[in-house]
């Protein structure tokens, strides 16, 4: 069982960064890939980026370049750190928790979520 806590979001203007923190507890954290999905208001959710136990990275298109993910397995957080930020970018953001890489890409194969936070981009 893992359980995730986001913390971090709030308003930022367009060109600004923010960093987002996602505390994991439970003792299998190290069992899992992490990463970031997003959901802007009328949207899908969707995902956004996503770490391996062992530090190997995706990312959607949309952010690469821009945002970038790390993990500290000795302290079991996750971060996202974000910049040159965009009004499309506001959205609530949650954590997650999955098997694989490749399952941290797809909603469906997510096992743990996390609550959100919102991130709020001003033009």
């Known amino acids: 069982q893992v359980q995730l806590v986001e913390s971090g979001g709030g308003l930022v203007q367009a060109g600004g960064s923010l960093r987002l923190a996602c505390a994991a507890s439970?003792?299998?954290?190290?069992?899992?890939?992490m990463g970031w999905f997003r959901q802007a208001p009328g949207k899908e959710r969707e995902f956004v980026i996503g770490?391996?136990?062992?530090?190997?990275?995706t990312y959607a298109d949309s952010v690469k370049g821009r945002f970038t993910i790390s993990r500290d397995n000795a302290n079991n957080m996750v971060y996202l750190q974000m910049n040159r930020l965009k009004p499309e970018d506001t959205a609530v953001y949650y954590c997650?928790?999955?098997?694989?890489?490749?399952?941290?890409?797809?909603?469906?194969?997510?096992?743990?979520w996390g609550q959100g936070t919102q991130v709020t981009v001003s033009s």
């Open positions: 997650a928790a999955a098997r694989s890489l490749t399952a941290i890409r797809v909603q469906g194969r997510i096992d743990y």
């Open positions: 439970g003792r299998t954290f190290s069992g899992y890939a």
């Open positions: 770490i391996t136990n062992g530090g190997i990275t």
